[in-house]
Nanobody, 126 residues
Framework: QVRLLESGGGSVQAGGSLRLSCAAS????????MAWFRQAPGKEREAVAA????????YYAVPVKGRFYISQDNGQNTVYLQMNSLRPEDTAMYYC???????????????????WGQGTQVTVSS
């Protein structure tokens, strides 16, 4: 059974930084696509960033490009999201997601992922 466990959320003032972690276990993919999504109240879940095969490819949504960085540990069981220069509009529940190579061409679609974590809240105050 796949398990994704997020941590690292919290409250920060605008301009601050946070680092999210997602520990994955129970998966069978030899090459996996892992991503971070976020969902603010009343809004749809949106892609933030994704990483494929331990860093062969990385992808970022336009609103976070240049501010957020996704990475994975050498064992590839943990994915990180370093969030810098945070803005109030970054406030959301952040979710970790796991998929396979079949989802690579549509990395920003929720349908490309079949396992999700419980989420970790990020709140940015102005």
């Amino acid at each position: 059974q796949v398990r994704l466990l997020e941590s690292g959320g919290g409250s920060v003032q605008a301009g601050g930084s946070l680092r999210l972690s997602c520990a994955a276990s129970g998966y069978t993919y030899s090459r996996k696509l892992m991503a971070w999504f976020r969902q603010a109240p009343g809004k749809e879940r949106e892609a933030v960033a994704a990483i494929y095969d331990g860093g062969v490819s990385t992808y970022y949504a336009v609103p976070v490009k240049g501010r957020f960085y996704i990475s994975q540990d050498n064992g590839q069981n943990t994915v990180y999201l370093q969030m810098n220069s945070l803005r109030p509009e970054d406030t959301a529940m952040y979710y970790c997601a796991l998929g396979s190579v079949s989802g690579l061409s549509s990395w920003s679609s929720v349908r490309s992922y079949n396992s999700w974590g419980q989420g970790t809240q990020v709140t940015v105050s102005s």
